[in-house]
């Protein structure tokens, strides 16, 4: 029978995950020769940028068989600067293989990998990479990696002839040394025959394979993409240590869909992991928040490609047509138990400006079909200044951008300077209302709100105070669906988090009409009415309750020589950042602590002139804190609640626009 392993190659950029991928694919048949990522002709790197910069910034999916096993193979992004993509790829992942180089060795963006594939519980073996290659080290980067990522590791051979072009893995004939006792040590059973001395090596084997599977080990091989030493032996490592998937096709359909693209048609494409059941062509499938559509084609992907099919069924990841509303996160047929998703919010952004004036009409749709492929990537249209503002994770997503926009929509761009995105949280509780028919409510509305603080983390919650039959359904929608729209700029402009909004007042006119006429507009409510008035409501309550506005933090480690600490620490504290922990680490000292996220990219820049050159600096977002000093404010998109009269003015004019 058949089995389907969705695997993930994962690593550090330039350690040369996708030189293994197409070296996997050229060992299956699947492809003639072994493509090159210095001249662009990788089979995985399909944006043009991604060929220029030699790097995977999309995951792409190809296919091939080992065996009686067929592995989706997705080649993921290795820049920090794309890390949400890479953790929306792990959600539909079987297990991976993290490549490591043997010269550069364990770097900081390997341990974000490490860490996060360890906290999702996927199988992972490793690869050691490069060892062809000048300056290559295995048994120094084996130590590396049992300090810095892990000690459960368990070396499958050694490597002869290493930083030469003869370099060769060489398996232990008899297992890995130690293999039993490192074992013996995970399990009671397997421990007492080991004790015994009625432990056969094939049991080993399984053994090894079933503790794999539960992440417990992480089995490492050795070799190099470039010659495809230690490929055969990784290969068959992938086919029977790493656990294929056996889903029920039979079952309701379950699946989750981690990318979606256009076709030149315009026609959505979703890539979706099947985790039970079968969709068709011709199915109506339910997706998301209970949306649903009819499945026009099905691919699958098969020899390197995506080909057409009659279906797609559990375990398998295909292609889905037709599915016009279809978003990146959205859950197919039964939603799986959810899986806890740490995406880091994006905490920088940058106003996106044409080269030509005449082509600012057509930006706005192509950055939002950019947006369509990645949501945690928002844009901020500013009617007002005629701007668009793009928030980001990396100054790299701007090359990303600004390519894709010229070769997809023929659009020249450039950025302005990125900016830190702040947010605001309630200081305390605040309230108010306006009542119908009472000055200075204009609108046929009643809408009374009180903003209380709420823990770091919990979001924003609407809840009701009064009755919900009190008026029609509609209008409560109405305000609560303003209201989250309207905390997206708080009295500062930024972002309002962590709160819960309370609906404490409510009334409306009921439909009226003079004698023997048509109902009359003038004399109900209606939705819009209290569209209208909770602007000016909900930011009188943040008004009263008062935000304080927090900056993002990264939670940062340096390794640094011990002998420049009298330079890095003072160097630190001018950029803000709150060393918090030291420690030695070998000859080097390790520096732990939180900086503002606006000072990394300086950091960054400085720290190889303050330590020779042999500085490491790992980071990811970590909290928001307060800002100290007056607080930074962002410029308004919206029509400014927190000017009555203009805000009034703004409405009257739209209002007599739609009129028209």
């Not at 315009?266 to 969709?279: D, H, N, P, Q, S």
Request: hydrophobic content about 40%; some cysteine; proline content about 6%.
């Amino acid at each position: 029978m058949s089995r389907t392993l969705n695997l993930g190659i994962l690593a550090h950029v330039d350690a040369g995950k996708t030189s293994l991928t197409e070296r996997l694919l050229h060992a299956a048949g699947v492809i003639d020769h072994v493509g090159s990522v210095d001249d662009g002709s990788t089979q995985t790197d399909s944006l043009a940028l991604e060929r220029q910069r030699g790097i995977t910034i999309k995951a792409a999916v190809v296919s091939f068989t080992i065996g009686d096993v067929t592995v989706n193979l997705i080649d993921t992004p290795g820049h920090p600067d794309f890390i949400a993509e890479v953790e929306r790829v792990l959600s539909v992942l079987d297990g991976a293989v993290l490549v490591i180089s043997a010269v550069e060795g364990v770097q900081a963006q390997t341990r974000v990998l490490m860490r996060t594939l360890q906290r999702l519980g996927i199988p992972t073996l490793v690869f050691v990479n490069k060892i062809d290659r000048g300056g290559a080290d295995a048994d120094r980067v084996l130590r590396s990696i049992a300090d810095k990522l892990t000690a459960a590791i368990v070396p499958m051979g050694t490597v002869t002839g290493q930083g030469t072009r003869d370099a060769r893995f060489a398996p232990y004939p008899d297992g890995p040394p130690g293999l039993a006792e490192a074992l013996a040590e995970l399990d009671d059973e397997l421990l007492s025959a080991y004790v015994d001395g009625t432990l056969p090596a094939d049991r080993l084997h399984t053994e090894l394979a079933a503790q794999t599977a539960r992440t417990r080990v992480h089995p490492v091989y050795l070799g190099s993409a470039i010659t495809g030493a230690g490929v055969a032996e990784l290969t068959e490592g992938i086919a029977t240590l790493l656990p294929a998937t056996e889903g029920d096709p039979h079952a309701p359909v379950s699946g989750t869909v981690f990318k979606v693209e256009r076709a030149p048609a315009g026609e959505k494409i979703a890539y979706v992991r099947m985790f039970a059941g079968t969709v068709r062509p011709r199915d109506v499938v339910r997706f998301g928040d209970d949306r649903r559509g009819k499945v026009t084609a099905v691919g699958v992907f098969a020899n390197g490609t995506a080909v057409p099919a009659k279906a797609v069924a559990a375990g398998e990841i295909g292609k889905l047509l037709g599915l016009r509303d279809i978003r990146i996160g959205d859950a197919v047929g039964v939603p799986r138990r959810r899986t806890e998703h740490h995406f880091a919010p994006p905490t920088l952004e940058t106003v996106v400006v044409p080269a030509r004036p005449r082509d600012r009409g057509a930006l706005h749709p192509a950055l939002v079909a950019l947006a369509e492929q990645d949501p945690l990537i928002n844009l901020r249209l500013d009617e007002v200044r005629q701007e668009i503002s793009v928030s980001l994770y990396g100054e790299v997503q701007k090359e990303v951008i600004q390519a894709t926009l010229a070769d997809e929509f023929g659009l020249e761009v450039s950025f302005r300077e990125t900016t830190t995105i702040c947010v605001e949280r309630p200081a305390g509780s605040g309230a108010a209302f306006e009542l119908i028919g009472k000055a200075p409510n204009p609108f046929l509305a009643q809408v009374g709100l009180r903003v209380d603080p709420a823990p770091a983390g919990s979001g924003v919650a609407f809840r009701l105070e009064v009755e919900l039959g009190s008026m029609p359904y509609a209008f409560f929608k109405a305000v609560e669906e303003t209201v989250h729209e309207v905390l997206g700029q708080g009295p500062h402009g930024w972002q309002v988090i962590d709160c819960v909004v309370t609906m404490t007042h409510s009334g409306y006119y009921a439909r009226q009409s003079h004698a023997h006429q048509k109902f009359d507009k003038s004399m109900s409510s209606t939705a819009g009415d209290f569209r209208n008035l909770t602007p000016l409501v909900l930011m009188d309550a943040l008004r009263r309750a008062g935000t304080i506005v927090h900056e993002p933090m990264h939670r940062f480690r340096l390794e640094i020589p011990a002998d420049t600490v009298g330079t890095v620490l003072p160097a630190l504290s001018r950029l803000r950042a709150i060393p918090a922990t030291q420690r030695q680490a070998g000859r080097a000292l390790a520096v732990e602590g939180h900086v503002p996220v606006g000072a990394v990219h300086e950091l960054g820049q400085l720290l190889p002139s303050w330590t020779h050159g042999e500085g490491v600096l790992e980071y990811e977002f970590d909290h928001y804190r307060p800002v100290t000093g007056p607080p930074p404010s962002r410029q308004r998109t919206d029509h400014n609640p927190l000017d009555r009269k203009e805000y009034l003015l703004a409405v009257q004019r739209r209002v007599t626009s739609y009129s028209a």
